[in-house]
């Protein structure tokens, strides 16, 4: 699958300063994803679809209103996760389309879209297979607003707690499961 094509197709050909920060800030989560999924070789990853994934798992930041970032869509920014899954879907790209949907945040629970009256269908988007969480897990430490810059463990904890304690335990979890430290 030629991932590059698929952003080609839809934010162009040449260059524009928000396929710059998606592919920048992609290729970050790519190449922290790649580098956590080679040092587990006992959870059994699929490191090509691991590539593939990460390099679009924020396709779909060019339908959302976030101009920080050179978005001039209509939706909010939340939103991004399900307008990708909807793109790859389209494509005929499942697996990479839940990816999408499931990597906002340490994923999004149907309560907390209740709870906070989220514009997302009242369902859990919470990533399932090992290779949802490494690249939801990888995307923790990027942001679009300062790229090449990787945020430290406690940072992307901060950032996520925002949202509520159950992300935060998601992604402690994470740690643990990807530590790029060896056990002790």
């Known amino acids: 699958m030629d991932y590059q094509a698929i952003i080609d197709k839809y934010y162009g050909e040449g260059d524009s300063p ?89 994923g999004i629970t149907k309560e907390e879209i209740q709870q906070q009256h989220l514009p997302l269908p009242l369902q859990d988007f919470l990533p399932e297979t090992m290779e949802e969480q490494l690249v939801c897990y990888a995307d923790k430490f990027f942001s ?19 949202f509520g304690a159950a992300g935060v335990e998601r992604f402690k979890a994470w740690e643990k499961m990807f530590a790029e430290e060896p056990k002790k």
């Open 144 to 162: 679009k607003t300062k790229l090449g810059t990787e945020k430290t463990i406690e940072q992307a904890e901060r950032s996520l707690a925002k």
């Open 18 to 106: 928000l396929k710059t920060i998606l592919l920048k800030h992609s290729q970050s989560v790519m190449r922290k994803a790649l580098r956590i999924g080679s040092m587990h070789p006992e959870l059994q990853l699929d490191m090509q679809f691991v590539e593939e994934a990460a390099m679009l798992h924020d396709i779909g930041i060019i339908g959302c209103d976030a101009p920080g970032i050179h978005c001039f869509g209509t939706k909010p920014y939340i939103c991004h996760g399900r307008i990708g899954a909807e793109m790859l879907r389209r494509e005929g790209m499942e697996r990479h389309a839940r990816v999408c949907e499931r990597h906002t945040g340490a």
